[in-house]
C-alpha cells in the first residue's frame, strides 16, 4: 500500500496539470472574447461605451437621451453599458464607431481585458461560457469552483447549507449526550457517595439504640411494648426516611447472624414491631427481581416463617436468583422440608444452587425429615442428579435401593452420578450396576466405572477389567484399568505386567508405583 | 474520462468514510450503554452471592490452574507460593518450564522440594516433547505440578499443562500475573450458575499492577504508572474490560478472552484440539474456535466475563515493547480472523458470525488501515482543492469527542463499580491522558497495527501456507496436527 502512494501522488498531480487552462489561449481573437461576453450578459465592473466621430454623427441621436451623449474631443462619446448582450445590436447600429472597453469606469484595451478576466477566473468569480457548453469532464472542473458570495450574503449561506447544518445538528447531539453521560454519572457518583455518608451517619444513629434496647429489655417485656414506645428511641425525624429503615434492616440481620439464643428471638421481634417486615412484604411483591430477592433473604435471615406462602410462590420464577432465594428460603424455614418445591422445578439445577441448597440440606437434616427419594421421581434430570448427589454426601445407605429404581431408565450423567455415590458409600453389593458400565460406550461413564471397581468391584469386575484390557488401545483408559486391577488384586496386576512388559505398560506401572504421583 | 473516474471515486470513498465515521460513533454509544446495562446486572448479581461455600462445598469444581514459565528465574518462586496461596478447596497448580535457558526449573525444585516423577505423559494434544515431570515430597506443595519440556511456546506449554491437568476447569494464567486470593472463587460462579447455556469460558478483567504496592500477592494500593505510555494502558484497559467485553458479554459476543487471565471447561479445549500453537493470537483463537465447535453442533452456550479486578500483570513501559506487544496482537487477530473466515457473515453462527466477526473485521483488524486511508483521502482532498475545512474539522471534533467520551465514561465506570484509583492526583493524571491520547498516543497504536499487517503480510511470525486457508470445522486444528506429525 505504502509503495503505491508515490504513484497516486504523481496521478493527482497528472490531473492537476491537464485541467489548468489559460483564458488567453481559450479566446483567440477580440471577436472570441465578445462573443462570450455577450453571452455572459454582465461581467463585474467590466463595461463599454462607443466613441462617435463628429463624421459620423447623426441629429437623431444628438435628440436620443437614451444614449446621453456626451461631446469630447473630435466627437461624443456613449453612455456606459453593463449589458454585453446589447453589445452586437449596438456595434451594427454604430457600425463606424469605436467601441471602447472600460474597467472600473476606466478605459482599458483587449489585453486588459483578458488579464482582469484570467484574475476573476483563477478566483472563480468569472467562467467562460465556452466552459460550460464543453464535456462532462470540464463540468466537472468547472464545478470545483464555487460561486463568488459576497460576505453581506454569509448568513443566509449558512442558513441554506443543508450538509452543514446535519454536521452542526450531530455535532450538537453528540456533544450534548457526551456531557449528558458524563453528567449522570458524575451525579450518580455524587449521590452514591452522599448516600453512604448517610448510611454512614444512620448506622451510628442506630446502633446505640439497638444494643440498648436489646441488652436491657428481656423478649417478654420487648413483646409487651408497643410500636410507638420502639420507634421512639431512634431519632424521629430519621425514623420515616426509606434509607434509615434500609440501614436498620441490614443492621438487625448483620446482628441477628452473629448472635444467639433470646438475641435472636428479640431482634425478630423487634423486626416485626417496628414494621420492617412490611418492606419485605412489599420487596416480595415487587416486579423487580432484586427487590424480590433482596426480601427473600430477609425472610431467610430473619426467619420470617409467616411470609412463607409468599415465599413459595417464587420457587418456580424464571429468574435465576429468585427461585434460587425462594429454594434456600423454604428449605430453611420450612418445618418438614420435603422438597417438594424442587420435585417440580421446571428449570435446571445448577451447580450453584446445588451447592446452596446442600449446605441448608447438611444443616437441617438432623433435625427435619427430608424426603430425598421424592426427588428420583423428578422429570427434571437435574433434580434427580442432586437427589442422588445428596444421598452420598449425607451418606444415606438406606436409599440405595431407591437409587437402583432408577439404574434402569438413568441418562449419562445419573449413571455418573450413582457410580460416584456407590463409590462414596461404599455400596459393594452394586457390582452388577458397576461392570455393567466398565464396558459402556461413554467414554467418561465408562471411565467412572473402571475408576469405581477398583475401589468397590469384584471378582468379574477384574475379569472384565483385563478383558477390556487387551481389546482397548487407547492409553488413558489403560492406564485407569491398570490402576483399577492394581487396587483390585496388585498380585494379579504385577503378574500382568510380568507378562506383558512393553515399555509402555512398564511405564505405566512406574507412575502407578511412583509415591509421589499416588492419589492422581 | 479518467478524470471523471477519479472524481467518482473520491465521492464514493467519501461517502465510504463518512458512514465509517458514523458507523464508529454509532457502535461505541451502543457498547457503552450494553456495558452499563451488563455492569449493573452484574453488581445487583453479586449483592446475593455467596463466596464462601464455594471453597469447601463438594459441587465446585476442581480447578487446573496453568500457567507457562519462559525465563522466569527472577520471580518465579514467589509467583508460584502466591498462586499455591489461593482460597480454594480443589485446584492444582500446573507450571510449565517451556524450555527456559535460565534457573527457573533448577528454582522451583530447590523452593518446592521437587523430585522427577514416573509420570507417564501422554500427548492427548500434541506438544514439544516432555523431558519431565515434578512433584514435591513436602505434603504443602501437594497441589503443585511442575512440568519441563523443550521450548515450544505459550499455546504449546500450556497445550502440555491442558494434558496434565486433572481438574475440569482450566485456568490459563501469565506466571507473572498476580491474582486475588478469591480469584477463583468469582470466576467458577458462572460455570456454576450454568443451567439452560454451556459456559464454555468465562474472561477476567486484568489490571495494571505497574507503580501500585503488592503484599501476599494482591494489590494493596492502586496507583496510575509513572509514564504517559502507562497511564495510556491503565484507560486502555478499562476501555476494553469494563466496557467492551462487557457489551459484548451482554450480547453473548465474546471473541476474546485475555491470555493473561482465562477459564475454560477442560472437556470441550481437549474436544477442539487445545491451543493452536502456530498462532500468536493463541488465546483469540481458542476462544473462535470453542464457539465454532458449538455453533456446528447447535450446542446452546455462554462465554461469561467476569469484570471484578482480580488479576494484575505489569505492561510495558517502553515504546518499543508496547510496539512489539500491538503488532503481535494484531497479527494474532488477523491470524485468527483468516483461520477462521468461514464463520464471517455467516448467518449459521449467529451472533458470532454476523456480528462479533464483522466487528472485528472491520474496526479491530481493518482500523489502522481505514485510519491511514482517511488521511491520505484528506491530503487528496487538499490536492485537488475539493476540501472542505468546516466538514473535516467537525468530522474530527466528533471522534476527538467520542474518544473521550469513551474514555472519561470507562474511568468514571471503573470509580463508580470499583473505584481503585482514590487519589485525587491519580484521577486528573488520567483526565490529562483522556485528553492527549489521541493525539500523541492514538497515531503510534495505529501506525504499530499497520505494522501488525505488513509483518503478517511479509510471513513474519505468521505460519505455512497450508494453514492460511483457514480451518473448515473448529476440529481442523486435531487435523492440523495429526497431518504434521506424520508427515
Known sequence: ?520 | MYNFLFYLLIDVFGVIFMILSFSVVTLYLLIMILSALEMRDFRRKNRFADYQDIITSPIAPGVSILAPAFNEESNIVQNVKSLLALHYGKFEVVIINDGSKDQTLNRLIEAFELKKTSFFYQSQIETAPVRGVYRSENKSFRRLWVIDKENGGKADALNAGINISTMEILACIDVDCILASDSITRMVRPFMEETNKKVVAVGGAIGIANNCDVKDGTVTKYRVPKSRIGKFQVVEYCRAFLMGRMAWSRINGLMLISGAFGFFKKDLVMAVGGYFPKTVGEDMELVVRLRRYLEERDIPYRVAFVPDPLCWTEVPEDEKVLGRQRNRWMRGTIETLQLHNKVGYNSRFRVLGLVSYPFWSIFEKMGPILEISGLIYTLILLLIGDFSAVYFFSLILMIYFLSLLVSAFSILYEQIAYNNYKDKNDLRSLIRTILLEPLFIHPKVVLWGLKGHIDFIAGRGGWGKMIRAGFKTAEDRKNLDTQSTTS
Do not use: C
Not at chain 1, 481573437?29 to 454623427?57: A, G, M, R, T, Y
Not at chain 1, 442558513?159 to 453528567?183: N, P, Q, R, T
Not at chain 1, 445428596?390 to 441418562?411: H, M, N, T, W, Y
Not at chain 1, 467412572?448 to 477398583?454: E, F, R, T, W
Open chain 1, 1 to 520: 500500500m505504502l509503495k503505491k502512494i508515490p504513484a497516486l501522488l504523481a496521478l493527482i498531480l497528472f490531473f492537476q496539470i491537464a485541467s489548468a487552462q489559460s483564458l488567453d489561449t481559450l479566446f483567440q481573437s477580440k471577436e472570441d472574447l465578445l462573443l462570450d461576453l455577450s453571452k455572459q450578459k454582465e461581467v463585474n465592473s467590466l463595461e463599454f461605451q462607443f466613441f462617435l466621430p463628429d463624421s459620423i454623427l447623426s441629429q437623431k441621436w444628438i435628440d436620443s437621451s437614451d444614449l446621453n451623449l456626451q461631446a469630447v474631443n473630435g466627437g461624443f462619446l456613449t453612455k456606459t453599458f453593463e449589458d454585453w448582450s446589447k453589445y452586437d445590436s449596438l456595434q451594427s447600429v454604430f457600425s463606424q464607431a469605436n467601441s471602447i472597453f472600460l474597467l472600473y469606469g476606466e478605459p482599458t484595451n483587449y489585453e486588459g481585458v483578458i488579464s482582469y478576466l484570467n484574475t476573476l477566473y483563477a478566483t472563480g468569480d468569472f467562467l467562460p461560457v465556452s466552459f460550460q457548453e464543453q464535456s462532462n469532464e470540464s463540468l466537472i472542473l468547472a464545478a470545483v469552483k464555487s460561486i463568488y458570495e459576497p460576505y453581506d450574503t454569509l448568513s443566509s449561506w449558512l442558513v441554506f447549507d443543508w450538509k452543514l447544518i446535519w454536521v452542526l445538528v450531530i455535532l450538537s447531539l453528540f456533544l450534548i449526550l457526551a456531557l449528558g453521560l458524563i453528567l449522570a454519572l458524575v451525579i450518580f457518583k455524587a449521590r452514591r457517595n452522599q448516600r453512604e455518608e448517610l448510611r454512614k451517619a444512620y448506622d451510628k444513629d442506630i446502633i446505640d439504640p439497638l444494643t440498648t434496647i436489646l441488652f436491657t429489655n428481656s423478649l417478654e417485656e420487648l413483646k409487651e411494648m408497643k410500636p410507638e414506645e420502639l420507634k421512639e428511641i431512634f431519632p424521629a425525624q430519621l425514623f420515616p426516611k426509606p434509607l434509615f429503615k434500609e440501614v436498620l434492616i441490614e443492621r438487625i440481620i448483620g446482628l441477628n447472624k452473629k448472635m444467639k439464643g433470646e438475641f435472636k428471638g428479640k431482634l425478630k421481634e423487634l423486626y416485626k414491631k417496628l414494621d420492617l417486615i412490611k418492606i419485605t412484604e412489599k420487596n416480595l411483591k415487587s416486579k423487580k427481581w432484586s427487590y424480590v430477592t433482596t426480601g427473600l433473604v430477609q425472610v431467610n435471615e430473619m426467619d420470617l416463617s409467616e411470609l412463607l406462602p409468599e415465599v413459595k410462590k417464587h420457587t418456580n420464577s424464571n429468574n435465576f436468583h429468585v427461585r434460587s432465594s425462594a429454594g434456600a428460603t423454604l428449605l430453611n424455614l420450612s418445618q418438614e422440608a420435603d422438597l417438594s418445591f424442587l420435585k417440580n422445578q421446571d428449570y435446571p439445577l445448577s451447580d450453584w444452587q446445588q451447592m446452596n441448597y446442600l449446605r441448608i440440606i447438611k444443616y437441617v437434616h438432623p433435625t427435619k425429615k427430608l424426603m430425598i427419594h421424592e426427588l428420583f421421581q423428578s422429570p427434571n434430570e437435574s433434580v434427580r442428579i442432586f437427589a442422588i448427589k445428596l444421598v452420598a454426601f449425607l451418606g444415606r445407605f438406606d436409599l440405595i435401593e431407591q437409587i437402583k429404581i432408577l439404574v434402569p431408565s438413568a441418562q449419562r450423567n445419573e449413571k455418573i452420578e450413582i457410580l460416584q455415590t456407590y463409590l462414596t458409600l461404599g455400596a459393594h453389593m452394586e457390582s452388577e450396576f458397576i461392570n455393567a458400565n466398565i464396558t459402556s460406550e461413554d467414554e467418561d461413564v465408562q471411565k467412572m466405572a473402571i475408576k469405581v471397581a477398583g475401589k468397590i468391584g469384584d471378582e468379574a469386575s477384574e475379569k472384565i477389567l483385563f478383558q477390556l484390557l487387551e481389546e482397548t488401545s487407547d492409553r488413558g483408559i489403560r492406564l485407569l484399568i491398570l490402576e483399577s486391577l492394581k487396587e483390585l488384586n496388585e498380585v494379579a496386576f504385577e503378574s500382568y505386567i510380568q507378562e506383558h512388559s512393553n515399555p509402555e505398560n512398564l511405564q505405566m506401572r512406574e507412575q502407578l508405583v511412583d509415591p509421589l504421583l499416588q492419589n492422581v
